[in-house]
């Protein structure tokens, strides 16, 4: 079967590729929804879900998810349609994520923390047809999403997960009373008609160009990139893996919510305060973990302490791992410790199991697919470096994507002319002792903020902060933050014969913008003109010199 026709805004492998990764088995010919169904029938009584909300059977799961699937037709919602997601880690988000894929619907990764600014650029990029908020939250998601809906017409259809919201339809009532068979019936229906190039998913970049770049991933390769995760890892059916950062995020869906699914294992899912995350983790005996900068001190708390019994391999990720955080979870015998290093646009790397401690702790492994391919190049050019020097990391592989969506001009600088993806990441090949490769992180060409795992634009919000009067110009940097691993600083040069902006007005202008709260900087720094490099362009370097300058005298001062 032929995928949907986009109008040429999805780039597709080429065809002798594709043919080749179906030849090894690294591509499949099932629709995603089918690959949770099959997992659901090798073991129905196995617990696939625990939350704080409850907990949920393969079999309880995947029936569900057939009547949200058969309900979410019913309600004229037809395959390939897109859905916005904005929602935190819970049992209903889980519900949601599977119905809509076994409804053919498309996902969009989009955030809770995302507001007009973002939806506003995605939903019609896309062309969502839905929206699906979560309730209860400090932000009026429903509100928003009336708002979207005038203004996006093509937007008709509202769900929730959470409190229940006057006159919208919550994903945990919605198809409870159709009848199991037939709302079987309809998943079944559907698959028919999704072709294994169609889109799967659509997930998001942090982009390097002004808004967020939209990453089709497709069905013949989604579920089995988190396969291979969990191969990597030795996960089977007794794996118990927890999860506290966004699970719609792709390394939450990759490495977490269809891993575990993949080789029938059980997903622990909580939310990223860690107290309560750590507390449900060690009662229901967690095994596998994985946990993102932003909670590598929390790993450190006594709240940890627990997990400590049960845990078999922590992966860290997002940063540098100190000796003290490796040593807190791989005791060299049964604790064991590695890192992962992946991106949306596909290519992951973990360390590998019997990898010596040496390597784990300063190397995140290597590709997870036999035809995953590593080109370390000369930044910009496409000269191949030697093992051991730094250069621009580049993939290409049987779940990296070969273009954003809907993004021509882009793409000809974000791929290689044969195809290999340009992550903006600076990385160098090390081998070890038997001569096997690891990767090792050294910085990023890209101009992004990395904050907690969620990547800021530096550009993007640039430009925003410009859009007030009383800006001339504006530089963002990343400033090192001990928790969060980075946060946005501001340069900024005030407007001719206007005094400087105070926080709070700097604030309410991103606010009045519609700008995630993310993405907002943190501290600013009035100047009176930016720093130019030789050739004219804003010198960053000398930028960033300047916040670890501040922040040095101001930790002196303190
Ligand atoms: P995302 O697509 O949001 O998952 O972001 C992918 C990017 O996150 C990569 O291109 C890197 O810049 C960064 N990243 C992912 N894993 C790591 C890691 N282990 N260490 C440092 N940066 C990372």
């Not at 079967?1 to 080749?20: I, K, Q, R």
């Not at 506290?244 to 939310?271: D, M, R």
């Amino acid at each position: 079967m032929t995928a949907f026709d986009w109008g040429g805004a999805l780039v597709p492998y080429p065809a002798d590729v594709a043919e080749a990764y179906r030849t090894s088995g690294e591509w499949s010919e099932l629709p995603t929804g089918r690959r949770f169904h099959d997992a659901a029938l090798a073991d129905p009584d196995r617990p696939a879900l625990i939350t704080a909300d409850g907990t949920l059977t393969y079999r309880e799961l995947d029936e569900r998810t057939d009547q949200i699937a058969a309900a979410f037709g019913a309600r004229g919602l037809a395959p390939r349609d897109p859905v916005i997601f904005q929602v935190t880690n819970r049992l209903a988000t889980v519900l949601a994520w599977y119905g809509c894929l076994k409804a053919g619907l498309i996902p969009v990764a989009t955030l809770a923390q995302h507001r007009m600014h973002e939806i506003g650029h995605i939903g019609p990029k896309v062309g969502a047809v839905a929206h699906i908020v979560e309730t209860g939250l400090s932000f009026d998601l429903v509100g928003f999403a009336r708002d979207v809906a005038a203004q996006q017409p093509a937007m008709a259809h509202l769900f929730t997960v959470g409190e229940r919201a006057e006159g919208v339809d919550r994903i945990e009532e919605l198809g409870v009373d159709i009848d199991p068979a037939d709302a079987r019936a309809f998943v079944e229906s559907v698959e028919a008609g999704i072709a294994s190039e169609d889109v799967a998913v659509f997930q998001l970049s942090g982009g390097t160009t002004g808004v967020p770049k939209v990453i089709p991933r497709i069905h013949a390769e989604y579920w089995n990139n988190a396969l291979f995760y969990a191969r990597a890892l030795d996960w089977s059916a007794d794996s118990l893996v927890g999860h506290l950062i966004p699970v719609i995020h792709n390394a939450g869906i990759s490495c977490a919510l269809h891993a575990a699914h993949s080789v029938g294992a059980t997903l622990v899912l909580a939310n990223p305060d860690h107290v309560a995350a750590f507390a449900l983790m060690s009662d229901a005996g967690v095994t596998d973990l994985l946990i993102g900068h932003g909670h590598y001190r929390a790993v450190q708390s006594p709240e940890f302490e627990p997990l400590l019994a049960t845990v078999r391999h922590t992966v860290l990720s997002g940063a540098k791992v100190s000796a003290d955080l490796f040593a807190r979870v791989d005791d060299g015998g049964r604790r064991w410790a590695g890192q992962m290093f992946g991106m949306s646009e596909g290519m992951f790397m973990v360390s590998t199991l019997d990898s010596p401690a040496r390597f784990r702790s300063s190397t995140v492994g290597w590709a997870i697919a036999p035809s995953d391919e590593i080109r370390i190049l000369e930044p910009g050019r496409e000269t191949e470096l030697a093992d051991g020097e730094v250069g621009e990391l580049c993939c290409r592989g049987p779940y990296t994507i070969r273009g954003y969506f809907d993004a021509a001009e882009h793409n000809a600088s974000a791929f290689t002319s044969d195809g290999f993806y340009r992550t903006g990441d600076l990385a160098a090949v090390r081998r070890d002792a038997d001569g096997r490769p690891n990767l090792s992180i050294e910085g990023r060409i890209k101009d992004l903020i990395n904050r907690g795992g969620e990547k800021v634009n530096a550009e993007e919000v640039e430009v925003l902060l410009m859009r007030h009067p009383g800006i001339a110009a504006a530089a963002v940097v990343a400033m090192p933050d001990a928790r969060l691993g980075e946060k946005v600083c501001a340069f900024v040069v005030a407007g001719e014969g206007a005094s400087e902006l105070s926080m709070t007005q700097v604030q309410g202008h991103m606010d009045g913008l519609g700008v995630a709260k993310f993405k907002w900087p943190e501290r600013l720094v009035w100047v009176a003109e930016l720093p130019k490099t030789n050739v004219g362009k804003i010198n960053k370097k000398s930028l960033r010199a300047d916040v670890a300058a501040l922040l040095e005298s101001e930790g002196a001062q303190s």
